[in-house]
């Protein structure tokens, strides 16, 4: 568990049998969620360009996402086309 929630999770830090019985009952799906980033990033790294919902999807605010995308797209530019 503390792979998952930190060290808070297995020191003590967190009280209580329902937030302990609730933390491992989504053990499985915070699993799933890291595998599903991932395979986001190896799929990422496998594309020639990404779209601007691909980085707005990684970041905490869609004006963020789409800085990084018009970041992005500048820097390709001045690299030049993928081989």
Not at 9 to 29: H, P, S
Not at 35 to 58: I, M, S, T
Request: hydrophobic share 45%; net charge negative; aromatic share 8%.
């Amino acid at each position: 568990m503390a792979g998952m929630y930190g060290a808070a999770a297995v020191t003590g830090l967190i009280d209580g049998y329902d937030v302990i019985v609730g933390l491992w009952m989504n053990e499985g799906r915070a699993q799933l969620r890291w595998a599903n980033r991932v395979r986001a990033g190896v799929d990422a790294a496998f594309q020639e360009r990404l779209g601007p919902e691909w980085h707005a999807a990684c970041s905490d605010s869609e004006g963020e996402g789409l800085a990084t995308y018009h970041e992005s797209q500048a820097e390709a530019g001045m690299k030049g086309p993928l081989a």
